[in-house]
Nanobody, 126 residues
Framework: QVQLVESGGGLVQPGGSLRLSCAAS????????VAWFRQAPGKEREGVSC????????NYLDSVKGRFTISKDNAKSTVYLQMNSLTPEDTAVYYC???????????????????WGQGTQVTVSS
């Protein structure tokens, strides 16, 4: 069964850090583009960070640049999102996603993915 399972969400104070993990099962991520999306209450889902499979480069939403870092461990078929200096505006359900479509770094933050995880809640609050 092909699936993605996220973990690592939780409640953190402003300025704190969390690391999200996304484990793939039933397939390996070697040639897949991967991404993290988030959706806050009342807002549309947005791409937060991605790694293109065309250039193997990362891209980030402007508001998280310098604070979030995406990485991929092909041997473990796992994608990570290290989130530092969190603010209440980062509160959302975070989803990982992947696709075998060839995506350049310019497109990998868009909604071009066909395999999604179930999401993990991140709440930033004092």
């Amino acid at each position: 069964q092909v699936q993605l399972v996220e973990s690592g969400g939780g409640l953190v104070q402003p300025g704190g850090s969390l690391r999200l993990s996304c484990a793939a099962s039933g397939f390996t991520l070697d040639s897949y583009a991967v991404a993290w999306f988030r959706q806050a209450p009342g807002k549309e889902r947005e791409g937060v960070s991605c790694i293109s499979n065309y250039e193997d480069r990362a891209n980030y939403l402007d508001s998280v640049k310098g604070r979030f870092t995406i990485s991929k461990d092909n041997a473990k078929s796992t994608v990570y999102l290290q989130m530092n200096s969190l603010t209440p505006e980062d509160t959302a359900v975070y989803y990982c996603a992947t696709t075998t479509n060839w995506l350049s770094v310019s497109y990998c933050l868009g909604n071009h993915y066909d395999i999604w995880g179930q999401g993990t809640q991140v709440t930033v609050s004092s």
